[in-house]
């Protein structure tokens, strides 16, 4: 890793692209301190166990905690890209259309998706309002009106989408994917806070259990390496399908591989099914005035609570069911059949197009299998730990972080690597 950054650092263009992308998460980084007019920031220091605010503060890359301009982060426009993507399987023949045309339909589409995150910002932005405002002790909101909703909603919503341009700025003119890395910048922000929030509680005020904290930390820590490696492990496996080329193609019946990774829809299927667990917690929100101590919006709230069993296991349920629908759409077995057969190449012992597209379609639905038991058990086994053994509520959402940390850091390695190479053939080129 440290070989490759000092190798990156060396070329100019790279090193420029990393410079930019800091300077991006600098500016998210000041804006998620920038509190919105209007709110009692100390206020929501108390719905900091609460799920919904877990998962909007991961996604909003910690903005949250602080109410800040740029709270609701990139959720609207994750959430937006779903609707968007299933809206494409034939629900909206317009939009089916547009992602059969290629670069001139992916930039309409975009266009949608973008239109769709502002409603979805400035609703979300309400919904969490209103919700926050009457769980909170101290009064989130200071004087609570429409006029006052309204005010805080389109500051939250001009927020939301200046980060979705930090984001794509960062995509285009920097390394690695700028909505993770907005999130990913997020999660580490506030490692340093866990770690001493964790030692307050385990160290500080352990009284007599300070012998028996110091060996549970010890095995907290090795497991989390373990669980490292495993989720390193897991990602950078693939299944490599052996491909040959006809003569008439290359000239020699050249042999080569097509590689199919084992989690193809990477960190994907987490941050949808997190997405997805988030938006009826919001519609809640609405209700949560006058109807909080109803037993509809108690079993409702439940339900969509990813600390309770059945919210964990929809929760579950949800990444396993993104991860299989995301691999397809990720992979795509026609367009990878059609183009085996226009390049020459075929499968041994498969038919070239509708057969190889029925073995792929079944190799993938395979890996999905374990992929998505993979970021299942990624994603609950913290959930599971944090009820069990009374660990930080922060923990909950470890699994998803962590998904979340190592998938955008081996994207963004991957990124500049291949920028690497390109400059290496491109000067070969040149010579």
Same mark, same amino acid.
């Given at each position: 890793?440290?070989?490759?950054?000092?190798?990156?650092?060396?070329?100019?263009?790279?090193?420029?692209?990393?410079?930019?992308?800091?300077?991006?998460?600098?500016?998210?980084?000041?804006?998620?301190?920038?509190?919105?007019?209007?709110?009692?920031?100390?206020?929501? $220091?108390?719905?900091?166990?609460?799920?919904?605010?877990?998962?909007?503060?991961?996604?909003?890359?910690?903005?949250?905690?602080?109410?800040?301009?740029?709270?609701?982060?990139?959720?609207?426009?994750?959430?937006?890209?779903?609707?968007?993507?299933?809206?494409?399987?034939?629900?909206?023949?317009?939009?089916?259309?547009?992602?059969?045309?290629?670069?001139?339909?992916?930039?309409?589409?975009? $266009?949608?998706?973008?239109?769709?995150?502002?409603?979805?910002?400035?609703?979300?932005?309400?919904?969490?309002?209103?919700?926050?405002?009457?769980?909170?002790?101290?009064?989130?909101?200071?004087?609570?009106?429409?006029?006052?909703?309204?005010?805080?909603?389109?500051?939250?919503?001009?927020?939301?989408?200046?980060?979705?341009?930090?984001?794509?700025?960062?995509?285009?003119?920097?390394?690695?994917?700028?909505?993770?890395?907005?999130?990913?910048?997020?999660?580490?922000?506030?490692?340093?806070?866990?770690?001493?929030?964790?030692?307050?509680?385990?160290?500080?005020?352990?009284?007599?259990?300070?012998?028996?904290?110091?060996?549970?930390?010890?095995?907290?820590?090795?497991?989390?390496?373990?669980?490292?490696?495993?989720?390193?492990?897991?990602?950078?496996?693939?299944?490599?399908?052996?491909? $040959?080329?006809?003569?008439?193609?290359?000239?020699?019946?050249?042999?080569?591989?097509?590689?199919?990774?084992?989690?193809?829809?990477?960190?994907?299927?987490?941050?949808?099914?997190?997405? @997805?667990?988030?938006?009826?917690?919001?519609?809640?929100? @609405?209700?949560?005035?006058?109807?909080?101590?109803?037993?509809?919006?108690?079993?409702?709230?439940?339900?969509?609570?990813?600390?309770?069993?059945?919210?964990?296991?929809?929760?579950?349920?949800?990444?396993?069911?993104?991860?299989?629908?995301?691999?397809?759409?990720?992979?795509?077995?026609?367009?990878?059949?059609?183009?085996?057969?226009?390049?020459?190449?075929?499968?041994?012992?498969?038919?070239?197009?509708?057969?190889?597209?029925?073995?792929?379609?079944?190799?993938?639905?395979?890996?999905?299998?374990?992929?998505?038991?993979?970021?299942?058990?990624?994603?609950?086994?913290?959930?599971?730990?944090?009820?069990?053994?009374?660990?930080?509520?922060?923990?909950?959402?470890?699994?998803?972080?962590?998904?979340?940390?190592?998938?955008?850091?081996?994207?963004?390695?991957?990124?500049?690597?291949?920028?690497?190479?390109?400059?290496?053939? $491109?000067?070969?080129?040149?010579?």
């Amino acid at each position: 890793m440290f070989t490759l950054l000092k190798n990156a650092f060396q070329v100019k263009d790279i090193r420029n692209r990393i410079f930019f992308t800091l300077a991006m998460l600098i500016v998210f980084r000041i804006g998620a301190h920038i509190t919105v007019p209007g709110v009692n920031a100390g206020a929501i $220091q108390t719905l900091a166990s609460t799920g919904l605010f877990s998962l909007l503060n991961t996604f909003g890359g910690g903005a949250l905690s602080q109410y800040s301009i740029f709270a609701m982060g990139v959720s609207p426009y994750i959430t937006a890209s779903i609707v968007v993507q299933l809206l494409q399987m034939d629900i909206i023949p317009k939009f089916t259309e547009w992602s059969k045309q290629g670069e001139v339909g992916r930039r309409k589409l975009n $266009q949608s998706t973008k239109y769709l995150a502002v409603v979805l910002a400035f609703v979300q932005s309400i919904g969490i309002s209103i919700g926050f405002n009457q769980l909170s002790d101290l009064g989130l909101i200071n004087n609570p009106g429409i006029r006052t909703y309204l005010i805080i909603a389109l500051i939250m919503t001009a927020g939301s989408m200046f980060v979705i341009f930090i984001g794509d700025s960062i995509t285009m003119h920097g390394v690695g994917n700028g909505t993770s890395l907005i999130i990913f910048s997020g999660i580490v922000a506030r490692v340093p806070v866990d770690v001493v929030s964790f030692y307050q509680d385990r160290f500080v005020n352990a009284g007599d259990d300070l012998t028996k904290n110091i060996i549970f930390t010890i095995a907290l820590l090795v497991a989390m390496v373990l669980v490292v490696i495993f989720v390193v492990f897991i990602q950078q496996a693939e299944r490599r399908i052996p491909v $040959q080329y006809s003569k008439r193609a290359t000239g020699s019946n050249q042999a080569a591989h097509l590689p199919l990774k084992i989690n193809s829809a990477g960190v994907i299927p987490v941050i949808f099914a997190s997405s @997805f667990m988030m938006t009826p917690q919001t519609i809640l929100g @609405f209700f949560a005035a006058n109807h909080g101590e109803a037993t509809w919006y108690q079993v409702m709230n439940t339900i969509f609570n990813f600390r309770e069993p059945i919210g964990a296991a929809i929760y579950t349920i949800l990444i396993i069911v993104f991860t299989y629908f995301y691999a397809l759409i990720q992979i795509n077995p026609e367009k990878m059949a059609e183009n085996l057969q226009k390049s020459g190449a075929y499968i041994p012992s498969v038919r070239p197009g509708r057969g190889t597209e029925e073995y792929i379609t079944a190799l993938l639905m395979r890996l999905s299998t374990v992929g998505a038991l993979f970021l299942g058990l990624i994603a609950l086994l913290p959930i599971v730990a944090s009820a069990l053994w009374n660990l930080p509520d922060s923990l909950a959402l470890g699994g998803t972080s962590l998904l979340i940390i190592v998938g955008t850091a081996l994207d963004t390695a991957k990124q500049i690597e291949g920028r690497m190479v390109k400059r290496n053939y $491109q000067g070969f080129i040149q010579k």
